[in-house]
Structures are given as C-alpha cells and as structure tokens.
C-alpha cells in the first residue's frame, strides 16, 4: 500500500511540474513527423520494463517486453496486481490468460495499440481532431524527453499529453486531462530497457495461456446498419466494430458499437428496456455514461470523453 500511494504521489507532481511548462503549437508537418515517429517506435524497437496505469484511485502495475525477431514483434505483458493477467502477441496472433473474461475475438487496434503503442497507424487522421504542442522537456526514468501535447479542436474530446524519449522516440509516460488540465488518467514506465538483445525468457508464457480470435480492424459503413439510423453529430470518430456481447452482471446479450478518433474510444450499447437502469447522464471521474430510452431498447453511450460528447452519439440513434 506504502508503495502504490509512492507511486501516485511521484506520478502527480511530474504531472504538476510538466503543466507548468509553456506550450508551443507545431505546424502540422512538424507534428506528423513528431506523431509518426513514436507511432513507428512503439512497434520497432526493442525494449523491457514495467509500467504503472492509474485511472482515479485504482493502480495497476504491469511488465512488459517487446523484441523484433526476424522481422515480426513479438510482446509480453503481465498484471502484477490481483487476480493473475497475462497477454502474449506475436506478430497478430494473441493468447491471454484468462481469456473467458474477454469478447470471443479483438480487435486488431486493441492488439496493438496498448500502451506504449497508442498512436494510430495513421497519424494523419488524429490531426483532423487535434492539434500538436510542445510542451517541454522532463527526465523520465532516467531518459531524457521531449513532452508533446495533443490539443483538442473542438469540446468533444480531453487534452492528453506524453512523454517521447529523444534517443528512441518511444513514448515514455502519456496523460489524459480534464477539461481542466487535472490529471485523470496515466501510462508511466517506472523501469525500462531500450534497445539491445531482449532475454528470450521475458517472452515465454507464464501462465497457460488460450488463443484469442483477431479481426482485421476494418472501419464500418454505419449506412449499412440494418436496424438502426446512425448520424452522429461529433466529427472525428468512426465504427471500427460492432458485435454482440453479453457483458458483465447482464443477463441479456446487448450489440456492442465500438467508435474511435484514433486516440479515444467510446462505446455504445443497445439492449431491450431495463426499468432498473437509471436514464440520463452518470459520470466516475473522466468516464462519462448517457442512457436513453428508444421505443422498447435502452441505448447506453459510454467513454473516457466529456459529458457532451456521450450525449450526442446516445442521441444520434434512431430505429429504421
């Protein structure tokens, strides 16, 4: 416990020193290059560590490992925390333990974009929803970094700033803030290797692990929905899968449509009416939850966006 509360003390006041620094907007030439870069790194360069996540007051720590063998990028993460967790890719296949807690298959952008890999494939499309800034320059486990904020350009979406190592260009420590600038959510490596020969033994599984189905990752025409007339109104996002799912605590199976801007996701939910569910807006920390009640399903919009942003896409469904 001493530990975890160390841990989120240290996190906080890098975070409050790197918001004092003055930002400075980059072009977006300059920009691209910068999101490409660790976009690039993330995948082709070899490194090992362990990094802490905190969202609120829970805390997790993880340890990973990431080598290029013959070409292919082959990644180990493990939970250290709770209820044993473990993730296993090489090149697209996955294998997790345990793997019943998840969709009977992922999608590719899961299976690579975990952190420090957040970036999308395409960093152009990211600049149609944001902008770039840099911020400053911070040590971060004993490596020295460039810090770079993604801003806005419109109230739909938080700022979230990160950390690139100057040798690598890997990304070292992200945050997402509020509309405030408060700190709601991090990514921060606590131990890392960069570059060099990865121990073989890092990438072996530990726990007996169960192939997870990998789904090619292809944007969805939201034309296409048989049932429902989807227009939303926040620009930026796109279907990038839809499947039905049962899900925790819910005795009924409900259609799961997965929206991303290429740095956040949002999720929406329809299933038959709840009575018990309250409608309305419903918030825990930077997660904000829009219900709604159309004819006889109840739509449910939920993401780690602002309030205004659930709202609109709960709202812009309606039955064909």
């Known amino acids: ?42 995948e082709a360069v070899s490194y090992t ?26 990644e180990h993460r493990e939970l250290l925390d709770g209820e044993p967790r473990e993730y296993l890719r090489v090149g697209d296949k996955v294998s997790m333990y345990p793997a019943q807690g998840y969709a009977v298959q992922l999608d590719r952008r899961y299976t690579s974009k975990l952190f420090p890999n957040h970036l999308p494939d395409d960093v152009s499309e990211l600049l149609h929803s944001y902008g770039v800034s840099k911020v400053g320059r911070e040590r971060v486990v004993g490596r020295e970094t460039t810090i770079y904020q993604l801003d806005p350009l419109d ?14 260009g890997l990304i070292l420590k992200w945050l ?13 490596f606590t131990q890392i290797q960069v570059g060099g020969k990865i121990n073989q033994k ?19 025409d939201l034309a296409e929905d048989k049932k429902w ?53 419903a918030h825990q920390g930077a997660i904000h939850l829009y219900a709604r009640q159309v004819d006889q399903y109840l739509l449910s919009c939920l993401g780690e966006v602002p309030a205004v942003t659930v709202e609109r896409f709960a709202k812009a469904y309606t039955l064909r």
């Open 229 to 281: 007339r989807i227009k939303p109104t926040v620009p930026g996002f796109k279907l990038i899968k839809k499947s039905t799912r049962s899900l925790p605590h819910k005795s009924r199976e409900v259609v799961h449509y997965l929206f991303s801007d290429g740095a956040v996701t949002l999720s929406v939910f329809v299933e038959p009416m709840n009575a018990n569910i309250p409608l309305g807006l």
């Open 155 to 168: 109230a739909y979406r938080y700022p979230q700033r990160f950390w690139v190592d100057d040798e690598s």
């Open 176 to 188: 997402m803030m509020g509309m405030r600038q408060e700190m709601v959510q991090s990514f921060s």
């Open 1 to 42: 416990m001493v530990v975890k509360v160390y841990c989120q003390i240290v996190v906080i006041l890098g975070c409050l020193c790197a918001f004092s620094a003055q930002a400075t907007p980059l072009d977006k030439a300059e920009a691209q290059r910068v999101l490409a870069r660790s976009a690039s790194a993330a």
């Open 49 to 74: 560590g362990n990094y802490i996540y905190q969202s609120g007051e829970n805390i997790a720590n993880y340890k990973i490992s990431h080598a290029i063998e013959n070409g292919v990028a082959a």
């Open 202 to 220: 890092l990438l072996k599984p530990i726990y007996p692990l169960r192939s997870v189905k990998v789904n090619d990752g292809a944007v969805l």
